[in-house]
């Protein structure tokens, strides 16, 4: 699934691409990717122009002129093309924004698991369930260390599925939660009551730094994530540990293992994290 710095990476490539264009009509190779009724879809962006592409979390939201908002979540293969006015759609094609200067903007998807719904700007929050519930971006001035300590202390969970968590923490996805747990030196299994002030300290830090390097080298490709370009990733070059299963530790020399935390395919080192005995 693409995570925050793969999706920040598309909305920077989109911005850069389509901004300011004008969609003429909308077609629906496969209506079932909306949540909202595919024909108010198709009416509400004729004629309405782009003004902006943000990003909450792992949402795309496109501002539009009309005041309304397309709210689009990748889910795990979701990806966007911009093609000549008329091209062949791709096999896995499921919207086509036909735009007034000669381009069709192309939503495809290999799984079929994105969605994609239109509300009024403004109402993303409220009806949009994921956006209404989604905790602090992993930045220097949301991800504060207060906060953070606060809700590892209220909690009694594992931590891996808590930075998995959306609510806690907006963008953290599989990939970067055993990174900044590898470079934290936290056992996947730690309870998050657990983990000591000074790996809290840590934890933040490497957090926001492990998005904004992501973000530098356009994000990770495991498997199928490229940009709006066709181009893929290149921080899984960079990786610590995830992918690396039975490969020496960076750190130590360690074998690295992996184990399934939450049904989810963990990598850690078991001797750079130590799992803390529970109370």
Not at 123 to 130: D, F, L, Q, S
Not at 169 to 176: E, K, V, W
Request: hydrophobic letters at 35%; glycine letters at 8%.
């Amino acid at each position: 699934m693409p995570e925050l710095p793969e999706v920040e990476t598309v909305r920077r490539g989109l911005t850069g691409l389509v901004k300011g264009a004008e969609i003429e009509a909308v077609a629906l190779p496969y209506p079932k990717v909306l949540l909202s009724n595919p024909a108010a879809f198709q009416e509400g962006l004729q004629g309405a122009r782009i003004e902006a592409i943000d990003r909450r979390g792992k949402y795309l939201l496109f501002r539009l002129s009309n005041a309304q908002t397309i709210v689009s979540h990748l889910r795990m293969e979701g990806q966007y093309s911009v093609e000549p006015v008329g091209a062949a759609p791709h096999k896995q094609t499921e919207v086509i924004f036909t735009l007034a200067d000669g381009r069709d903007l192309m939503y495809n998807d290999t799984r079929r698991f994105g969605r994609m719904q239109l509300v009024a700007t403004g109402t993303e929050n409220e009806v949009v369930p994921g956006l209404a519930a989604m905790g602090p971006e992993p930045t220097e001035d949301e991800l504060t260390l207060p906060y953070l300590r606060t809700i590892l202390q209220q909690s009694h969970r594992r931590i891996k599925p808590f930075l998995l968590d959306q609510s806690k923490i907006a963008g953290l996805g599989n990939i970067y939660t055993d990174e900044v747990l590898w470079q934290t030196k936290i056992h996947p299994e730690t309870l998050t009551d657990q983990v000591t002030a000074s790996q809290v300290a840590d934890l933040r830090t490497n957090i926001i730094e492990e998005m904004k390097r992501a973000i530098k080298n356009h994000g990770t490709t495991v498997h199928s994530f490229s940009n709006v370009y066709g181009e893929v990733g290149k921080f899984q070059n960079q990786l610590d540990v995830y992918g690396r299963a039975g490969l020496p530790c960076k750190r130590c020399q360690t074998t690295l293992e992996k184990m399934k935390v939450a049904q989810r395919g963990t990598t850690y080192c078991p001797y750079c994290q130590v799992k803390v005995a529970s109370k």
